[in-house]
């Protein structure tokens, strides 16, 4: 996807596994041994994910700046992003609701992430929803839609991946390529979704024989959707889609 870098059925969760874990307590960055051992679970604390994204700051206050997280765990990167974003969207458009929604749902659209178990997967999507609802509920009460909470809830699935981030692919008795869907605001309340597989962007990156971006002259690789859209208004996405 121009920018960097899913489908339904792509690691949805289905709420019926679940990775032991073990009574032993431990730190909250810590879930078990074993899942360290395994899969080198270890969740970053609050202090080092934001000294991290205050080194791109203006980025993670940009609404539309894309991030990608491909070992996500629970989302602790990804949830401080969304704060970030959704605070600059709060000064910038609460008193328009529906300014206010159009861009909280572009803040969210921009943040993707991919984690190997599935536990995590469901916990990032709640956590990133979590943040969303809240703010929205605190500032909208009576007002608040619940089309907007499933725009949010259909483009976090998609956009948070249960997946391998070494062979870019789904994890499950049939893997899949990882496909991501760009999401962009068009002619003011419409989304044109393009998705990409994951693995053209990051071969391209591995080659880097062009840029993926050229404000100069010079060619640039413009990577090409796999499969592209037609335009659906930004609070009917959660229908709008034959999958
Ligand atoms: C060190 S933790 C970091 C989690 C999160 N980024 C954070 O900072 O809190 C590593 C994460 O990578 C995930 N992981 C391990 N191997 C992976 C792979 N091949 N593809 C995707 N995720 C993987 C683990 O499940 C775990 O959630």
């Not at 990775?19 to 360290?36: A, C, D, F, G, L």
């Not at 861009?103 to 709640?126: F, K, Q, T």
């Not at 962009?184 to 989304?191: A, D, E, H, M, R």
Request: glycine fraction near 4%; charged fraction near 30%; aromatic fraction near 10%.
């Amino acid at each position: 996807m121009p920018g960097f870098s899913e489908s339904f059925g792509q690691g949805e969760y289905d709420g019926t596994k679940s990775v032991n874990r073990e009574q032993t307590p431990m730190h909250s960055h810590v879930k078990s041994k074993s899942r360290v051992a395994q899969f080198g679970e270890v969740l970053t604390p609050p202090e080092i994910v934001n000294a991290m994204l205050d080194l791109v700051k203006q980025e993670t206050e940009r609404v539309d700046s894309r991030f990608l997280e491909p070992a996500c765990g629970t989302g602790n990167f990804l949830t401080e992003i969304l704060k970030r974003k959704l605070k600059v969207v709060e000064e910038r458009y609460n008193k328009s609701q529906l300014e206010y929604e159009r861009y909280a749902v572009l803040a969210v659209s921009s943040i993707y992430g991919i984690d190997i178990l599935e536990d995590n997967v469901h916990e990032c999507r709640e956590n990133l929803f979590g943040i969303v609802d809240a703010a929205y509920t605190r500032l909208y009460r009576d007002k608040a839609k619940e089309a907007f909470r499933e725009t949010v809830r259909y483009i976090l699935a998609r956009n948070i991946v249960h997946a391998d981030a070494l062979t870019l692919e789904t994890v499950g008795e049939n893997p899949q390529p990882i496909i991501f869907s760009e999401w962009s605001l068009v002619n003011g309340s419409f989304i044109k979704r393009r998705d990409f597989a994951f693995h053209h962007l990051v071969s391209h990156a591995s080659l880097r024989d062009t840029p993926l971006f050229s404000d100069l002259d010079e060619e640039a690789y413009i990577p090409e959707p796999v499969k592209e859209y037609s335009l659906v208004h930004f609070l009917a996405v959660a229908h709008g889609y034959e999958e």
